[in-house]
């Protein structure tokens, strides 16, 4: 599976879009990015995913490069609810299910 | 529409007991799997069950720890003689049987080993 490169933390004011980067410049052709996000003491939930094509949903975009090698996912107006760890994830779909959480981006947002 | 349930939420055992998790998937969604997080540690998958039947438990330490996804009733993830290692919040997530795979997450079951 390729490995993900994600920053540690970021700070975003309340009501801006939150930009989170992803590096993934291994991923091979048939590999979906998938996010996840853990609010403290909660468990992950899904927030989107996506192959080529960018992605919207009510809760994010997601933005993929055309080499594929990265993504951002966008937070449009960030609430201090939005606050948890954010991780991005590579995995092909014949076992998507083996989520593999590394240490994520802590996101703050602040008021 | 409810969603994964787990229970207990806490769970203190002391060395030597038993541990017995339950998760209920959400309405519909035929397969479940557990996960582990093991203090300032990501989630780590352990296995993966559709109704009576184990798909992959490649994450599964090789001892004291099974699993069960009956016909009926919720999944079981049972630990046995437990050790202070097991210190762990366990999640168990459900997906619906077809499609590209969105897991849901239950809110977890914190198992402490005294």
């Known amino acids: 599976d390729a490995k993900t490169t994600q920053p540690t933390s970021m700070d975003c004011a309340e009501g801006r879009a939150a930009n989170l980067p992803c590096n993934h410049s291994?991923?091979?052709?048939?590999?979906?990015v998938y996010w996840y996000r853990q609010i403290h003491s909660q468990g992950p939930q899904y927030i989107i995913h996506g192959l080529k094509n960018n992605e919207t949903n009510e809760m994010a975009s997601l933005i993929i490069t055309e080499d594929r090698k990265s993504s951002t996912l966008i937070l449009p107006h960030a609430t201090l609810r939005d606050t948890a760890v954010y991780y991005c994830i590579v995995r092909v779909p014949s076992n998507d299910y083996k989520l593999s959480f590394g240490a994520g981006t802590t996101v703050t947002v602040r008021a | 529409n409810a969603g994964v349930m787990q229970n207990p939420r806490h769970l203190v055992r002391r060395r030597g007991q038993e541990a017995r998790l339950r998760c209920s998937p959400m309405?519909?969604?035929?397969?479940v799997y557990w996960y582990r997080q093991l203090p300032e540690e990501g989630l780590k998958f352990m296995v993966y069950l559709q109704k009576e039947n184990i798909i992959d438990e490649s994450g599964m330490p090789k001892e004291r720890f099974s699993a069960e996804f009956p016909k009926e009733g919720p999944s079981i993830l049972r630990i046995q003689q437990v050790v202070r290692g097991d210190s762990a919040a366990y999640f168990c997530?459900?997906?619906?049987?077809?499609?590209?795979?969105?897991?849901?997450f239950g809110e977890g079951s914190r198992l402490t080993v005294l």
């Open positions: 291994t991923i091979s052709g048939n590999e979906y």
């Open positions: 997530a459900s997906s619906p049987p077809s499609g590209l795979r969105e897991l849901f």
């Open positions: 309405k519909g969604h035929s397969h």
